[in-house]
């Protein structure tokens, strides 16, 4: 008997992150099935990002207009609402009128995942979301307070959340990566249901989607609260006093009680390392490669520094960094990959390597495989090898997206 597919929305969809790790399980037991799409950059022109998605994916059911002009009557029912959304300051204005919905910030995109939820009749029973796992502790005047804001405004639309910071290459995969993942059930659901009935600290350490995907044991900072406030008087009071978030990189929220902790990775498998994603040396175009002359610029640039500085403006100062490691080591997982990853200028943050060939940046297929994304997704008449890095900054590890979606549909079927 064929399985029933999960119909799929995705917001802020990039180069197609999230789609490559569900339609993965796609090729296995056709399971998700993405039925619409949204990618617009505000800050380009040239909307490169939409041009690679619909490249790989076809234009069909795709979007690339500002969210906030998208109508929510043209956003097709769905089961599951996936993005990786930007972290951005989510206080609140205040109440709409004559609605049950919030105002917030212009511009924060949050809130428009928030309208799309509360103005579709039949919302969605699922959400799977991704952020930089910063947004735990933001901002610094009100620790934790846009991730308190957040949880409430779903709990106000029948949500119970989980939460975990996952850095996947903890899990084996070849990127020291850390981003928060996110995952709401409509209380409709059974899966919801099921986590309304669990001990919460069963859920976070074994019994959730997330523990299911990667699994953990308990570390330190045990930490129990409820969020009974509103939500304008959570943006405007949550931890005004506090010097840390209330949130740790672990937890769960039904909708009455708080429960975060400290975890830690637990995994027995195999590591894929830095080498393992490196191209044949020969297929290494030569401005990949570091001059002799450069070189002494990139070493600077990596190394330890104790110096004084000047501003513009005649100001002097002490100015102190640590050392990093130059070249990067090829036989651990890699540094996270930066959207200013591309172009030949020196730089601190940028990926270095030392083959027998020299000294060398990575090439745009190293850096799509320590996405796990396939050789030149990215690759496109006019996009730049500066862009395909850029990219892949912005990008997420698919094998995490494709790991949890293969618990979550198991759970939900």
Not at 19 to 33: Q, S, V
Not at 83 to 111: E, H, I, M, R
Request: aromatic share 10%; net charge positive.
């Amino acid at each position: 008997m064929k399985e029933k597919k999960i119909k799929v929305i995705e917001l802020f969809a990039g180069v197609g992150g999230f789609r490559l790790g569900l339609e993965k399980i796609n090729d296995e037991n056709n399971k998700f099935e993405i039925i619409w799409s949204n990618q617009w950059e505000p800050s380009t022109k040239t909307q490169h990002a939409s041009l690679v998605y619909e490249k790989r994916f076809g234009s069909e059911n795709h979007s690339n207009i500002d969210i906030s002009k998208v109508n929510v009557n043209d956003i097709p029912d769905h089961d599951l609402l996936v993005g990786g959304f930007p972290c951005q300051d989510y206080s609140v204005a205040t109440t709409l009128k004559n609605s049950k919905g919030l105002k917030g910030k212009k511009g924060v995109l949050w809130w428009e995942i928030y309208r799309i939820l509360n103005e579709k009749k039949n919302k969605p029973k699922y959400l799977f979301l991704e952020n930089v796992d910063r947004l735990l502790k933001s901002p610094s005047s009100q620790r934790g307070r846009d991730f308190a804001i957040m949880l409430k405004s779903l709990s106000t639309l029948g949500y119970v959340v989980e939460w975990k910071v996952i850095n996947a290459a903890d899990y084996g995969m070849p990127q020291r990566r850390r981003r928060v993942f996110i995952l709401a059930y409509h209380k409709t659901s059974e899966l919801a249901k099921k986590l309304l009935k669990s001990d919460l600290e069963d859920w976070v350490l074994k019994d959730g989607v997330l523990a299911k995907s990667f699994p953990v044991s308990y570390e330190k900072n045990k930490i129990e609260f409820s969020l009974l406030d509103s939500v304008e008087n959570i943006s405007i009071n949550f931890n005004k006093k506090g010097k840390t978030s209330p949130f740790e990189i672990n937890g769960v929220y039904n909708g009455d009680s708080i429960l975060s902790m400290k975890t830690k990775a637990v995994y027995g498998g195999a590591f894929t390392t830095l080498k393992d994603v490196l191209i044949e040396e020969t297929d290494v175009p030569k401005e990949f490669y570091i001059s002799e002359e450069d070189l002494p610029k990139w070493s600077y640039l990596k190394g330890a520094k104790k110096e004084i500085r000047e501003t513009k403006d005649g100001f002097k100062y002490n100015y102190s960094e640590g050392a990093m490691i130059f070249p990067d080591n090829l036989n651990n997982s890699s540094r996270t990959i930066i959207t200013g990853e591309g172009g030949k200028s020196p730089s601190r943050f940028k990926h270095v390597i030392k083959t027998n060939k020299g000294y060398r940046r990575l090439t745009p297929i190293e850096l799509e495989r320590l996405n796990m994304f396939p050789d030149n997704h990215t690759l496109l008449e006019k996009i730049s090898d500066t862009k395909r890095a850029f990219f892949m900054g912005n990008a997420l590890v698919v094998g995490v997206i494709h790991r949890i979606g293969e618990v979550l549909y198991d759970e939900v079927k």
